[in-house]
């Protein structure tokens, strides 16, 4: 019964989906097409229309790339359970998303790695590095650009009283309202502008975090900031000897 319920709720997320995802890829597509008729117009000018012409391309490659993201976040709804599951260690799925992020966060704040020992996981490397890209790329957003050294998104690993397997995303930005916190998990749920958020982020975080038997949590206060804490269960896999817990490390990188 639990497992049938589970997927209903499958279900009716993808239908949520399907019924705004039209919405969501009409503006960049119109977009896309507007500017790729201003390349032809362009070029029609000859070569003094070149430059012109080549802002237009960017511009319309800008609209692909959106779609192209919308497509790819909308994949992991229907994507199978089971495909890609391996013994994970925590910090090698943080790493990569940390990289990708961290230029992107520079403008903005200092970026504070703190690793501790989390235990293994069974779990989607894939998806959990999603999960930790959209975690940072939220954090980063809710910081305005022009202060870093008043910023500070800062990443921490480890394990909680239960063992499981912690990843603390906090950031120093705008925090939320009790009403925006109820919301955040709905489907294409955004306050962001039109072209910097499609709602969709979290509600792909939550049901990946779930499906690996986890749980996400936020905490946030206006003006002050917010927490994600992401919480997985440790793998049942006495083949794994588990290492001693070293003491954590604090680096900035940023
Ligand atoms: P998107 O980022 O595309 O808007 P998400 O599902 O990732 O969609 O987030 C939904 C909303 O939750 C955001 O629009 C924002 O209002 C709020 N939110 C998420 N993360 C943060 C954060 N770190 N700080 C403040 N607000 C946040
Ligand atoms: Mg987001």
Redesign the pocket.
Known sequence: LQAKLISAERIAAVGTLAAGVGHEINNPLAYLVLNLEGVAQSLEQGPTGLAEARARLDAAREGAERIRVIVRDLKVFSRQEGEDRAMLDVNAVVVPALRMAAHAVRPRARLVEEFGNPPRVMGSESRLGQVML?LL???L??IPEGSPERHEVRVRTGRDDSGRALVEVS?T????SPS?QAR?FDPF????PSG????????ICQQIVQSHGGELRVR?EEGQG?V?TVLLPAAQDAGFQEAPEPEASAASVA
């Open positions: 959209n790329v939220n954090a957003q809710a950031d930005g705008c925090g939320m925006v955040i749920f955004t306050t962001k910097e958020g499609t709602g969709l982020g979290l509600a946030s917010t994600f």
